[in-house]
């Protein structure tokens, strides 16, 4: 049976400041309305497992947000996350990083997380992100010393969307920075537009508005 391995953040705040932050739920429920409908299986897990801090749950006109968190074993998967050094990545057929400010403080800088998405991905899984997950990615490097995004085109949150957002002065690092030095080429579009960038078994969204077209590039690539 095809399985998503969903790494999310322990981190609660905004950086190191007391900003309400972690997982951005629309950018995970979007996902798993796609996953769910194509009736695939995952896991939610984090590096402490347990609780998963959320932000963004009130949203009245999101329906698709409302309704998955309102799925009990979607509340269950959240609340008691399993923890990373647990996990057998050969259970898994590819890897779904949801955004969030939190993952800049803890999984773009993990490398258990790293380590078990390499080997998901080498043994031909897929890898996706959306919006402040692809800064997971900036961790994983292959069993031939090279990282993951050497050779692959990204996309990530952009700097403009940042500064939209009000977050530019707080945030642990620029997203957009750190991808452009580090991936072949960032893309980007203009802030708060859909852009998906496919390239092979790599899979990444720009911002919020992109995370149902990753569920739908994920599922697709799985041949679900």
């Not at 996902?31 to 984090?46: E, N, P, Q």
């Not at 750190?178 to 080429?185: D, G, V």
Request: with cysteine; hydrophobic share 35%; proline share 5%.
């Amino acid at each position: 049976m095809t399985r998503i391995l969903i790494p999310v953040t322990n981190h609660a705040t905004l950086g190191d400041t007391n900003q309400v932050n972690g997982t951005y739920a629309p950018e995970l429920t979007h996902v798993l309305k796609v996953l769910h409908d194509a009736g695939l299986d995952y896991d939610i897990v984090s590096i402490e497992g347990g609780n998963a801090p959320l932000y963004g749950t009130e949203t009245p006109d999101d329906s698709v947000n409302t309704d998955v968190l309102a799925i009990p074993s979607v509340q269950e998967k959240l609340k008691d996350t399993v923890k990373i050094s647990e996990v057998d990545a050969s259970k898994y057929n590819a890897v779904f990083y949801p955004g969030g400010f939190g993952l800049l403080s803890d999984l773009a800088n993990d490398t258990a997380t790293a380590e078990i998405s390499r080997d998901i991905y080498e043994k031909g899984g897929v890898i996706s992100a959306v919006c402040h997950g692809p800064g997971a990615l900036l961790p994983i490097t292959l069993s031939n010393g090279e990282k993951l995004i050497t050779e692959k085109r990204v996309t990530g949150f952009t700097r403009e969307e940042e500064v939209d957002f009000g977050t530019i002065n707080d945030i642990p690092f620029l997203l957009e920075e750190s991808l452009a030095r580090n991936a072949l080429r960032y893309e980007k579009t203009a802030p708060w537009t859909e852009n998906v960038i496919i390239d092979g078994r790599l899979i990444t969204g720009q911002n919020p508005q992109s995370a149902h077209l990753v569920g739908e590039a994920l599922v697709k690539s799985l041949g679900a």
